[in-house]
């Protein structure tokens, strides 16, 4: 399961909603081994295409050794589908290289509806999991599970606080 802060996931929505129609990514880092995301780190698409995501490979060693840095690792890794559900695509399978990381995918293809996935992608075999939005701002124990899209396991969309 991907817990998250509600604020990152509205920073990545709105990425994601200013590039379009362009596909959007980036990367949520968080201190390595605590799968916690905490510091969003949004990417300029360097393919600059509604099919396609590529990190800079300048921006992308930046961001990693800044990562290195400060004891972090990439906890999610982003982008946005523009004209398709949020699931990943073949290119986006076969590119999947870090098999600890969330990757969470957000469509825009409808403007006024968030659909947003993430799955767990090792060695190209790809596993939804649910979605945890954590709304620290209004309590830390309140939480909201999610588990978007048209995938064959069983949805869940209420919201229960712990």
Known sequence: MLSIDRSI??????????DHPDEACGVVAGPAGSDTPTRHIPMDNA?????????????????????????????????S???TEAYPSRTDVSFAGEP??????????????????????VDGVVTEEPVEIVDAAVDPHAVQSYMFGQSPATVDYECSGR
């Not at 300048?58 to 800044?66: A, F, G, N, T």
């Not at 600890?100 to 992608?121: K, M, P, Q």
């Open 9 to 18: 996931i509205d920073a990545i929505v709105a990425h994601a909603r200013r």
């Open 47 to 79: 393919a600059r295409s509604m099919t396609f995501y590529e990190f800079d490979s300048m921006e992308q060693l930046r961001v990693w050794r800044e990562m290195d840095d400060r004891d972090e690792e990439p906890v999610v890794i982003y982008h």
């Open 81 to 83: 589908h523009t004209a």
């Open 100 to 121: 600890g990381a969330h990757y969470l995918l957000v469509s825009t293809r409808e403007s006024d509806t968030e659909e947003i996935r993430s799955f767990r992608i």
